[in-house]
């Protein structure tokens, strides 16, 4: 028996195995080479966020958008900051492990921008200036001597309000003191009449915090009388507009229309963020900022608004779209799947990244539009 064995084995040739065995070699060969060449990762199921301080608008937003990607099975880990200038630090280091972060604009001076790229501008986050004094002051330079809050270290309050007090003559160093106060610290010396006036922004304040401050008797908001003029100085800022009575009607607050000046915050990402969970990010974004509110209209946000971060064509036409992948009738994850192949493209746009539900829903081929470019 074992001679038998022996016999045929020798008998089989070369050539036979070669034809036998050949195709499937091949065959193999090409779908490593394809899977490594075209076909992108899946999509990771934990995304890391930097934001703000506990009870600041950028940590409230940031708790939204947890609760937004863990119904479509992303968790969302969510690491507290000083504010927009730590984001952006912290979404530039490498080692950091950071995927995103809220940054406002105007803060990227000395800071590299080149390994991060914006997913649109989210919301507008105007700086308030609480202050003391008999008379209203209409200009920044009527601050000069005087002791101001200007906020923290790696606060986007702190370079926005350098920024603007050196334009009016006021520097670091100079004869008015500027004091790395923020939050919480800085109302209690306003209160308390250790400081003159404090700079505060939604990155590092709390909102109820400053709603304190606008109650309190002989505390004033400033009116940005001149905010036109900033707004063509540095195209970073808009000017917004609080009409008189918008805080409380039966108190008449404010008691006139008060103008300020605010940059509009962007969702950062790093330039190697899956683009599944970019179009996951984007839906997010317009649920959490898309509604109206006292300085914006409904459907403001998010925009393709570009400042200091690149924004991609794909992300562009993300936010001009007016639905996304989460639209899919066969779900995130079924969409997120078409989006990992390389060599899939349908405009890069929302729903579209599934389009063989693009094509169902319009009554058109069952087929995914494949082309042969990739992002």
Not at 110 to 133: N, W
Request: a positive charge.
């Amino acid at each position: 028996m074992v001679a038998q064995l022996r016999a045929r084995l020798v008998a089989i040739s070369w050539r036979d195995l070669i034809t036998t065995l050949g195709p499937v070699l091949v065959l193999s060969i090409a779908g490593i080479w394809f899977a490594v060449r075209f076909v992108r990762p899946a999509p990771p199921d934990t995304v890391t966020m930097t934001s703000g301080p506990d009870g600041s608008m950028f940590r409230i937003a940031a708790d939204k958008y947890r609760s937004i990607l863990a119904r479509n099975g992303v968790m969302l880990k969510i690491l507290p900051s000083q504010g927009s200038l730590e984001n952006l630090q912290r979404l530039n280091d490498r080692s950091s492990k950071v995927d995103i972060g809220f940054v406002q604009g105007g803060i990227s001076g000395g800071v590299q921008t080149d390994r991060v790229m914006s997913l649109g501008s989210v919301f507008y986050e105007p700086l308030a200036i609480f202050y003391r004094s008999e008379k209203p002051l209409t200009r920044l330079s009527q601050f000069i001597g005087k002791r101001l809050a200007i906020g923290e270290e790696g606060t986007g309050a702190r370079v926005l309000a350098s920024t603007l007090l050196e334009a009016n003559g006021i520097k670091l160093g100079g004869k008015t003191p500027l004091l790395d106060l923020g939050g919480e610290d800085a109302a209690r010396a306003l209160r308390e009449q250790k400081i003159d006036a404090v700079f505060l922004m939604g990155d590092s304040a709390k909102p109820a915090l400053m709603r304190q401050l606008l109650r309190m008797p002989g505390i004033r908001l400033f009116n940005f009388v001149q905010a036109e003029a900033y707004t063509r100085r540095f195209r970073y800022l808009t000017r917004l507009e609080l009409p008189m009575g918008a805080l409380d009607l039966g108190k008449n607050s404010p008691a006139q229309n008060l103008y300020l000046i605010a940059p509009t915050v962007e969702l950062v990402a790093r330039d190697n963020l899956h683009p599944a969970i970019s179009d996951l990010l984007i839906e997010a974004a317009r649920e959490v900022h898309g509604g109206a509110n006292l300085l914006q209209h409904a459907g403001e946000f998010p925009a393709p608004l570009e400042h200091e971060s690149v924004m991609t064509p794909c992300v562009i036409t993300n936010l001009e779209r007016a639905s996304s992948t989460v639209c899919c009738p066969f779900g995130w994850r079924v969409s997120r799947i078409v989006r990992s192949c390389y060599w899939y493209r349908s405009s890069c746009s929302s729903c579209r990244a599934c389009g063989w539900c693009h094509g169902f829903i319009n009554g058109g081929s069952k087929r995914a539009s494949i082309v042969g470019t990739g992002h």
